[in-house]
């Protein structure tokens, strides 16, 4: 009787143990890094999608087999020919373009004017005389990643579309403005450059079809005076403020506070336009120059003749000037350069206008006919003409 005892007990024993396996395994699974996934078919493939009066076009996929329910993040692709070829260089061009928008879900709604969009810049079409009149056949792929990291390509599936030609030019990147007693002249004016400051576009950063993306400002902020950030100077429709009287962002609240920083020195702003995510973070003192020159063919000057800029932030009481400003007048044949010194051993320059990014050496900044006032920031080499 106590060997059976014995037995039953060793038994019962050993499925504890293959359970507590079975569930450690469960508990645990291992992570896999597919190569694939599937893109479905949709049930209308074969019919004709008119994008001009379409609002959406419907996909639906499989999500990975990571091995577990993963929070996986879908990028849809768009190709003419079925190759997915990226750009080797910047003077290159992929053959395929994915769209801006992401889901987190298996059912993505691909926005039709996207799609349209994607189509004229792959196919360079410049006029309507050369798009094509007739429905065309399009490739989509889906793009598949985790935050880890982990990344995969569904298959490709054929869709009929209806194109249409439209100017679809980029819109410029969305630019917003700091105003308050910390910054500018400290009235909460909305003079660009007098008592507003403009906050600086990313070199390098691929801003959205819309103009959305980030935007940034490094400044000296004294701890005992406010600001905020508006879209539109003088407006309030949109803008940013603290719903603590410190660092924490609201946006569009009526009731919200000013910013303060809580010691006084150097801090960047960051402001992404398309997530609507606001930080702003101390920063490193950056180098400090005594004054900011101009010069150029602008205005009927002549080389080298500077002439001085003056500063924007003059609600500061120390010197700490980063932010400059001059008004500028041309007949449409005019060029500029800034320079932090006589003998040009510091100088910012670039080809385009009305902004872009001065670096050391660069080429003269060409001037359209008008007048304008120009904010130069020797942080970022950030410059912007305003007209007048």
């Keep these: 009787m106590k060997k059976i005892t014995y037995l039953m007990a060793a038994l019962l024993c050993g499925m504890v143990a ?41 996909v639906t996929c499989q999500q990975p087999d990571y091995g577990y329910t993963a929070l996986v993040t879908y990028y849809a692709q768009v190709s003419l020919d079925d190759t997915w070829v990226d750009a080797e260089t910047e003077d290159d061009t992929a053959s395929y373009i994915e769209l801006d928008e992401s889901w987190t879900v298996c059912k993505l709604d691909l926005d039709a004017e ?15 005389d050369e798009f094509p009149a007739q429905p065309m056949t399009i490739y989509i792929r889906l793009r598949a990643t985790l935050t880890s990291g982990y990344e995969c390509y569904s298959n490709t599936i054929a869709l009929n579309v209806k194109a249409y030609y439209a100017d679809f030019s980029d819109a410029e990147p969305e630019l917003w403005y700091i105003t308050g ?23 390098g950063y691929e801003y959205d079809s819309n103009g959305k993306g980030e935007i940034t400002y490094t400044a000296y902020f004294d701890s005992s005076k406010g600001f905020k950030l508006v879209k539109v100077p003088g407006a309030w429709d ?10 924490s962002p609201v946006m569009n609240d ?39 020159l101009i010069s150029g063919s602008v205005n009927g000057w002549e080389w080298p003749t500077d002439i001085n800029m003056s500063s924007v932030n003059t609600c500061n009481d120390v010197s700490v000037e980063h932010l400059w400003t001059y008004e500028v007048t041309s007949d449409g044949s005019g060029e500029t350069k800034f320079l932090a010194d006589p003998d040009w051993a510091t100088n910012w320059g670039a080809p385009d206008f009305p902004y872009g990014f001065g670096t050391q050496g660069g ?8 007048t304008y006032r120009v904010v130069f920031n020797d942080i970022t080499g950030f410059y912007y003409f305003f007209e007048e």
């Design 238 to 247: 949109d803008q940013w403020g603290s719903s603590d009287g410190g660092l």
């Design 254 to 292: 009526g009731g919200s506070g000013n910013f303060y920083v809580p010691s006084s020195g150097y801090y960047t702003v960051t402001l992404n336009t398309k997530t609507d995510v606001l930080t702003i973070e101390a920063a490193d003192t950056p180098t400090e120059y005594g004054q900011m």
């Design 363 to 370: 080429d003269n900044i060409p001037v359209a006919a008008g």
């Design 18 to 58: 293959l359970t507590a396996c079975d569930d450690d395994r469960d508990s645990n699974p291992t992570v896999k890094q597919p190569e694939s996934f599937v893109l479905n078919e949709p049930a209308l493939s074969g019919n004709v999608y008119d994008l001009a009066n379409s609002t959406s076009l419907t």
């Design 114 to 128: 996207a799609i349209d969009r994607a189509i004229l810049k792959i196919g360079a079409y410049e006029s309507e």
């Design 181 to 203: 007693d910390a910054v500018a002249d400290g009235s909460w004016g909305s003079e660009v450059g007098v008592s507003c400051v403009p906050m600086s576009f990313v070199d």
